[in-house]
């Protein structure tokens, strides 16, 4: 499965926690994407919005996969691609981003 948004970038890390007592490794992997804003209204709320809002996806824990991202944003800047997803292996209800190209057209 395929989707294409206008990309802002990447982040892949990992690391050792030990804020809550015991050392606990964890992994952070996913890349920012831009959608159109749209108007919160519910009940007593009426929010409008206009322009665009960050969306983050997860992405697999690869550094082939980054280094990739990374030269697309740093050839191209904010761009339209076109990521690839896959079910993740953790929560097959869920997609993880896979694979990446530039979209045809910019």
Request: glycine residues 8%; charged residues 20%.
């Amino acid at each position: 499965m395929s989707l294409k948004v206008t990309i802002l970038g990447a982040t892949l890390g990992n690391g050792v926690s030990s804020k809550s007592g015991a050392p606990k490794p964890y992994t952070i992997n996913s890349i920012d994407y831009l959608v159109s804003a749209k108007d919160y209204i519910q009940g007593d709320h009426n929010i409008n919005k206009c322009g665009y809002e960050k969306k983050t996806v997860s992405m697999q824990h690869d550094t082939v996969l980054y280094n990739k991202v990374k030269q697309i944003t740093t050839q191209n800047g904010v761009c339209l691609v076109d990521l690839d997803l896959s079910p993740d292996p953790e929560n097959p209800s869920r997609n993880i981003v896979t694979g990446i190209e530039l979209a045809s057209g910019k």
